[in-house]
């Protein structure tokens, strides 16, 4: 495991944009975003593969958010551009330090978590 330490969040209004980071504290294989509202249950975001060159993304994220990560800071960013009132959730930060060879998109699969950062759009 690795201890992973988000920033970034933040209260923007609709249409703006926000950028996470999460810095690892080691070497890490894929790397996730996953979210939490209010009364929800925790859901996927984005991911990204250990070299960087794949990434997957919820349906209702594509085109507007954006996963990359700089291997040599040990960090994955999320830029979140176009915000909705609907993306309000507390985004967490996740990390695969099995270095599974895909993109891993499952909760369960990862084994690393950061405490959380506020993300709330108003309308």
């Known amino acids: 495991q690795v201890q992973l330490v988000e920033s970034g969040g933040g209260l923007v209004q609709a249409g703006g944009s926000l950028r996470l980071s999460c810095a690892a504290s080691?070497?890490?294989?894929?790397m996730g975003w996953f979210r939490q509202a209010d009364g929800k249950e925790r859901e996927f975001v984005a991911a990204i593969s250990r070299g960087g060159t794949l990434t997957e993304y919820r349906d209702s994220v594509k085109g507007r958010f954006t996963i990359s990560r700089d291997s040599a800071k040990s960090t994955v960013y999320l830029q979140m551009n176009s915000l909705k009132p609907e993306d309000t959730a507390v985004y967490y930060c996740?990390?695969?330090?099995?270095?599974?060879?895909?993109?891993?998109?499952?909760?369960?699969?990862?084994?690393?978590w950061g405490q959380g950062t506020q993300v709330t759009v108003s309308s």
């Open positions: 080691g070497r890490t294989g894929s």
């Open positions: 996740a990390a695969d330090t099995r270095f599974s060879p895909v993109v891993v998109k499952n909760e369960y699969e990862y084994d690393s």
